[in-house]
């Protein structure tokens, strides 16, 4: 791609964090870190941006923080930049080498884990911590990095003990040590982690299900590039045994992730760079992930459709459908947004999006984005199938192109009320080329 390719694609920003995957589209995310704090989800990632003409900056360029909370049913919250290069006390100035982060609960107060690129040069990273009363901070950052530990990508465990673990490291080998209750010593010195598997390794993400230790990790095979792994222990210090993996290689692209478990539902945070274009500039997405009855993970194959449950005044990106019938997907054209869109609509495609939350009943219109250059047929939204209850029906008229974008509105034939999947089905005359582009929906009081 391009500089000036790159550039365009920056410049098409979207005004709202509503989304299925990717999660973020107005900033380039990676490095997710997912956790749940008092049955609240917040996601901690990295964020990568285009150095600017004349700036050195690393393969890599990252010169902030921001994190995000999940709102309502699928809307993302952005509390802004939390922390900046130039705020760390004991960094190298300028640096734009803010990688993969963490947060941790402990007790009563939140510890957020960084890497730096250090102003000593004792060290490619070390690893810093701020301290907060809020998940959302705003956090203390302490003057000084953690003794004793170089490296990158900072994973926490906290046990059942409240004895916390800080996982980390990039290259053949992965560090653990036990911190102290203070939470900004080490508490033994560092071991390697024993037990995986030979090849370079990163993004230690740890986590205890029932009484056994996973940690989870970016692994890059011969010939496979990124993949995310995992190994099993009954210790959080190991020795570890490999299981496999969790996702495949991306694209050719890096990777790097987190798991969690939100209400009742375990969740696989991740990163692509689909909407740039550029693996250097990437977005946080998220997938379900599923576990067998013996403690394996399944393997995820990334979707659009992701997570979340979008409900009233929320936009439902139809593009990221969970079942497509003699229809397609693509980039969206127009002035429109980053993002793609249903295209090449025929008589009777459809469309099918789950768990859309209807809440209880008070909507009574549905909007849709669409853009179309003719002036016949029409596209109905059914409950649960594609011969399902009629609950709008949309007529299509001429836009002024097919990229020519416009917002219409219909009331719901009927009351609705709590989760439903949908089905669009698109009409039209038989054998015509296209019926409708379709963007999104939402659902309106």
Not at 222 to 228: D, K, L, S, V
Not at 364 to 380: C, D, L, Y
């Amino acid at each position: 791609m391009t500089k000036k390719i790159i550039i365009s694609t920056l410049l098409l920003s979207i005004q709202s964090l509503i989304a299925q995957n990717p999660l973020v589209t107005d900033i380039f995310t990676a490095d997710p870190t997912a956790r749940v704090f008092d049955g609240k989800l917040y996601v901690y990632p990295s964020h990568d941006i285009i150095p600017k003409e004349g700036v050195e900056a690393p393969r890599f360029c990252m010169p902030d923080y921001h994190m995000y909370s999940l709102e309502n049913g699928n809307t993302w919250k952005d509390y802004g930049v939390i922390l900046d290069q130039n705020q760390v006390p004991w960094g190298k100035k300028d640096s734009n080498g803010m990688w993969a982060p963490d947060c941790i609960k402990k007790g009563d107060l939140y510890y957020y884990f960084y890497p730096a690129e250090p102003a000593d040069k004792s060290a490619f990273r070390r690893i810093g911590m701020g301290v907060s009363k809020s998940p959302t901070g705003p956090f203390k950052w302490e003057k000084n990095y953690i003794a004793d530990v170089s490296g990158i990508d900072p994973g926490l465990l906290l046990d059942d003990d409240n004895k916390a673990y800080l996982y980390y490291g990039g290259g053949e080998e992965l560090f653990v040590a036990p911190l102290k209750d203070n939470m900004t010593e080490v508490a033994a010195k560092p071991i390697k982690v024993e037990g995986l598997p030979a090849g370079y390794k990163e993004g230690s993400f740890p986590l205890k299900i029932k009484d056994l230790y996973y940690l989870t990790f970016a692994h890059v095979f011969p010939n496979e590039g990124y993949t995310i792994a995992y190994a099993t222990s009954k210790s959080p210090l190991g020795p570890f045994i490999y299981r496999g993996k969790i996702m495949d290689n991306i694209s050719n692209g890096t990777n790097h992730h987190s798991i969690v478990n939100y209400e009742g539902k375990w969740i696989l945070f991740y990163h692509w760079w689909d909407i740039s274009g550029f693996n250097k500039l990437r977005s946080i997405r998220a997938d379900y992930v599923e576990m067998d009855d013996k403690g394996a993970f399944k393997k995820v194959k990334p979707t659009l459709r992701g997570i979340g449950s979008p409900t009233i005044g929320e936009k439902i990106e139809v593009d990221r459908y969970n079942e497509i019938n003699n229809a397609q997907t693509n980039f969206v054209g127009g002035n429109e947004p980053i993002g793609w869109m249903v295209c090449d609509t025929k008589m009777m495609s459809n469309v099918k999006f789950n768990d859309v939350d209807f809440g209880d009943g008070s909507a009574t219109k549905m909007e849709a984005r669409v853009a179309s250059g003719q002036r016949i047929g029409h596209f109905e939204v059914r409950l649960d199938n594609a011969k399902g209850k009629l609950i709008a029906d949309f007529p299509v008229k001429y836009t002024g192109g097919w990229n020519s974008w416009q917002t219409i509105e219909t009331s719901l034939i009927e009351k609705v009320t709590g989760k439903h999947h949908i089905v669009l089905v698109f009409i039209g005359e038989h054998g015509m080329e296209k019926i409708v582009n379709l963007n999104w929906l939402l659902l309106k009081k």
